[in-house]
């Protein structure tokens, strides 16, 4: 049985461990609540601008060469979202096993290649691929220091700039979704070519059948929105991924603290033993003492 002292360390330091834990997770519950408002109010704009594009999409001409399916696809990239600190359980983890699968199950032969390439947002994204046998387009490690939508415009816009030169002819979005506090769903979209078929769904089609009529011209429209809409997407998944991964941490600092006050509580049951047991054996030794002075 460890001394007493020895436990009275134990129980010190997971004191301090609790503290930190405590802390941390009511730092987490303030950036969510910050987090939560910003995607509530971004996911109604980006929902209407999918569906605005859709439309123009539908009565234009096809012609943007961000809609272009190419006849083959050749070069892939893929866009993975992840966090720069660690501390809110599986939330990368869960990511990257996705990515993980989605390569083998659908893209081992780019990757055998040298034909899959990342973009890795995030310290744990960088760290986790750029140690393994990944070609790293580019890495944005304290990418979350400070969340701007310039940031993601400037993604965005270098990443379109390889799409329109042939560098890529397929780009995918791998990111968390904020579900909950407690849970996440991890998305896989497609970013580049824009999916015209995507962009409004059938009940939105039942809707309204209303034709419109656009100036100067549908095409000319969308030479300014496809890019807005882009960077609305990549803006939009990082909001959702900033707010998934506040839930987590939130959720797993909270399971950290009261694992410390278990772990407290059976501590201090095996100090009170201890102790209990070194004031028994005093006591014998004291009675034991006095009978050998009674005896002699």
Same mark, same amino acid.
């Given at each position: ?9 134990? $129980?010190?330091?997971?004191k301090n461990t609790q503290q930190i834990t405590r802390a941390m997770k009511m730092v987490a519950a303030? !950036? ?7 995607? =509530? ?8 601008? +999918?569906?605005?594009?859709? &439309? ?34 599986? *939330?990368?983890?869960?990511?990257? +096993?996705?990515? !993980?699968?989605? =390569?083998?199950?659908? #893209? %081992?032969? #780019?990757?055998?290649?040298?034909? /899959?390439?990342? =973009? ?13 046998? #990944?070609?790293?387009? @580019?890495?944005?490690?304290? *990418? ?13 816009? %270098?990443?379109?700039?390889?799409? +329109? %030169?042939? !560098? ?13 506090? $407690?849970?996440?769903? &991890? ?24 034709? #419109? ?23 939009? @998944?990082?909001?959702?991924?900033? @707010? ?19 772990? +407290?509580?059976?501590?201090? /049951? ?15 030794? =004291? ?8 005896? @002699?």
């Open positions: 049985m460890a001394n007493l002292r020895d436990i009275r360390n134990r $129980i010190e330091s997971i303030a !950036k969510l609540r910050k987090a939560q408002d910003r995607i =509530i109010e971004t996911r109604p704009y980006a929902s209407k601008m +999918k569906e605005v594009v859709g &439309r123009m999409v539908k009565s234009g001409s096809d012609e943007n060469v961000l809609l272009d399916k190419p006849e083959s696809t050749d070069k892939l990239l893929l866009i993975v979202v992840s966090s720069d600190r660690g501390l809110c359980g599986a *939330f990368n983890n869960n990511l990257f +096993k996705v990515v !993980k699968s989605t =390569i083998d199950e659908q #893209y %081992s032969e #780019y990757q055998e290649n040298g034909n /899959l390439s990342l =973009i890795c947002i995030g310290r744990q994204a960088t760290k986790h691929f750029g140690k393994r046998d #990944y070609e790293i387009e @580019a890495e944005l490690p304290g *990418f979350w220091d400070e969340i701007e939508f310039y940031k993601a415009t400037e993604i965005m816009k %270098s990443v379109t700039a390889d799409f +329109k %030169s042939g !560098k890529f002819d397929e780009v995918k979005l791998i990111y968390n979704e904020f579900k909950s506090v $407690i849970a996440q769903n &991890r998305l896989v979209e497609q970013v580049l070519p824009i999916d015209a078929d995507g962009l409004v769904g059938e009940e939105e089609e039942l809707e309204d059948d209303t034709e #419109y009529i656009f100036e100067p011209d549908t095409d000319q429209i969308l030479e300014k929105l496809l890019p807005l809409h882009l960077n609305l997407q990549l803006w939009k @998944a990082i909001l959702e991924s900033n @707010a998934a991964e506040q839930g987590a941490r939130m959720t797993a600092m909270d399971n950290a603290t009261e694992n410390a006050q278990e772990m +407290k509580e059976d501590l201090q /049951l095996e100090y009170n033993r201890a102790r209990q047991s070194a004031i028994t054996t005093e006591i014998s030794e =004291i009675i034991s003492g006095a009978q050998a002075l009674e005896d @002699a």
